[in-house]
Every structure is written in structure tokens, then in C-alpha cells.
């Protein structure tokens, strides 16, 4: 989700939901020790929490340095991506790669919780490459709890490291549900999140039955509001907000605040350009949003968006 799920996306999602955990977008750890994404790691404490960073690396020591900034920062968690297939990752020896190496993670989750009192976590795909029985898996996991990971976050398909793009492997491996429940029978006491494929609060629920978490990415990036009955029907709390008109206002009221900050539109406004999807209006509301982001408009556009949706 680099690129997506950045402060302001997580602005939306808090209008949206209070009880999601939000995650940041993976988060290396050399632009951290170099001090190239502070921007990055600003998180609004007012209102995001529960937030947890997530970090791609796979050196010890610096995962260990970069646990304590975090921690320091104010995050609630740490989550370690070895499920990552982006090429980019792979040149530098961390993302998925690392499933071939359970005992590298293992070392980088005990150097972060030598750091930190931060729950570690891991998020990692059922396989790797031709890889992708669920012996694999079930190994990978054994070696890597040992450090006492209390949350493992499975997407639950296997990353194709070569011949597949990022995008492809959200999409062309097959999902194996079937995989991460077993994991959860095979290890009762790991918290076992599942992830990939999942469209809808109501497929949510299905999974629940069976494992401990979901977690969504695109499709909830794509459509935000699928995530406005996780409140009520996950949590059994009152809703955050089930008003789309509602939600949009205050988040475009919100973006012509960081407007006058210095922040683009073109940083702010992408994100919000699923919420009204699948609706009749998306078509116009879309060109209106890119409309705003190219001309700087959204002052004058407001009223017009929000009866779009």
C-alpha cells in the first residue's frame, strides 16, 4: 500500500471508522535511518490511534533502531513486511524474499523487541515463489513464533518474486484461505489475521469464524466506504459515520485546511476518489476531483462533489 495509506488517507479512514487498526505504508528502514521520510511517519495522535507502522528491512540492528523511533514516536505496533514482492524490495534483500530466511526474521523480530515493549508483528504471504504448500508455511511459522510474535498477518497467496508484477501477485496466484485457517489450528495462541481478496464487512465476518482478524487493503483503498459497518458489525459499537455526504465534506473541508499548510491537492484529494463508487455520479464526480487537483479549485468545487455522492 506504499504510496496509499499515507497520514492523510488514514485521516479519511478515522471519519470513516474509530476501531480499525490503521496501518502506514511500508516504511524502509534506511529512508528512517537517513532521515529521508519523516513526512512519512507523521501520524495524527489526536485521532488515528489504534496506528501501527510498518517497516520493510532486513538488517537486525536497523530494525532495532528504527523500532525505537517508532516507539518513540507513538505508534502502537510494529509490523515487519516479509510478504512485500515489488522488485524494489527484492534488490534490497527484504520483502518476501525474507520467507526464505525464517531465521533472519526471527533475529530482526527479537532485535525490535530488544527496543521496544511495542507488540512485533509480521505480515507475509502463505509461500514464495514454487513454494507454496502449506508445509511451507506451517515451518516458516514455527521458527518465527519461537521470538514470541504474538500477530501473524497472512495474505494468502503465494508472491511470485519472478515474472509477476506487484500487481499481478494481488490478483493472478490463487487464494488459499484454506492455508491460513490451518495456521490458525496448527497454532491456537498466534493471533492469525487474515488478508487478500476480501471485498465486503459481510465476507469479513465469514472469515472471523475461522481466524482471529481480516485486514483490507485495495479493495477498501478503491471504495472507502466498505469500511463504514466495521464499527457496528465487527466491534459492536455505535458507527463512526454511515453519512457519505457527511464523511466527504468534512474530509475535503480537511484538505482545504492542509491546502493552506502547503500540502497539494494532488497529495490529499487521490484518496478520495472511490468513495462514491459504483454510484451514478462517479464518472462526473471523478473529473470534478481531477478538475480540483489540476486547477486548485476545490473551494468552489465542494458543493458540487458532495452532492455527487
Known amino acids: 500500500m506504499m504510496q496509499c495509506t499515507d497520514v492523510h488517507d488514514r485521516y479519511l479512514f478515522r471519519l470513516i471508522t474509530k476501531k480499525a487498526i490503521l496501518y502506514t505504508e511500508m516504511v524502509t528502514t534506511g529512508a528512517i535511518i537517513h532521515g529521508s521520510c519523516l513526512d512519512q511517519l507523521n501520524f495524527n495522535a489526536e485521532i488515528e490511534h489504534p496506528v501501527a507502522v510498518q517497516l520493510g528491512g532486513s538488517d537486525p540492528n536497523d530494525?532495532?533502531?528504527?523500532?525505537?523511533?517508532?516507539?518513540?514516536?507513538?505508534?502502537?505496533?510494529?509490523?515487519?513486511?516479509?510478504?512485500?514482492?515489488?522488485?524494489?524490495?527484492?534488490?534490497?534483500?527484504?520483502g518476501a524474499c525474507l520467507m526464505n530466511e525464517p531465521n533472519l526474521v526471527s533475529e530482526c523480530i527479537a532485535a525490535m523487541q530488544e527496543s521496544t515493549d511495542l507488540p512485533i508483528t509480521v505480515k507475509c504471504r502463505i509461500g514464495v515463489d514454487n513454494h507454496d504448500d502449506y508445509e511451507f508455511l506451517h515451518n516458516f511459522t514455527s521458527q518465527i513464533v519461537r521470538t514470541n510474535t504474538p500477530t501473524l498477518i497472512v495474505h494468502a497467496r503465494v508472491a511470485i518474486l519472478k515474472g509477476l508484477s506487484p500487481r499481478q501477485n494481488r490478483t493472478v496466484p490463487p487464494l488459499k484461505y484454506e492455508h491460513v485457517y490451518m495456521l490458525k489450528n496448527d497454532f491456537p495462541d498466534l493471533e492469525i489475521v487474515i488478508n487478500g481478496g476480501i471485498k465486503s464487512v459481510s465476507e469479513s465476518l465469514e472469515h472471523l469464524e475461522r481466524v482471529d482478524g481480516v485486514m483490507l487493503g485495495r479493495a477498501a483503498y478503491d471504495n472507502p466506504m466498505i469500511t463504514s459497518g466495521v464499527d457496528e458489525k465487527v466491534f459492536n459499537e455505535a458507527p463512526q459515520s454511515h453519512d457519505r455526504k457527511e464523511i466527504l465534506s468534512n474530509y475535503l473541508r480537511y484538505c482545504m485546511d492542509q491546502y493552506e499548510l502547503g500540502i497539494s491537492y494532488n497529495r490529499t484529494l487521490k484518496h478520495v476518489f472511490g468513495i462514491n463508487k459504483g454510484m451514478p455520479h462517479a464518472r462526473q464526480y471523478r473529473k470534478l476531483i481531477l478538475e480540483s487537483m489540476q486547477k486548485e479549485n476545490l473551494s468552489s468545487n465542494i458543493n458540487n462533489l458532495v452532492s455527487m455522492v
Open 63 to 94: 530494525l532495532s533502531v528504527c523500532a525505537k523511533i517508532c516507539d518513540e514516536l507513538g505508534y502502537d505496533e510494529i509490523n515487519l513486511n516479509v510478504g512485500c514482492p515489488s522488485e524494489r524490495v527484492q534488490k534490497g534483500a527484504f
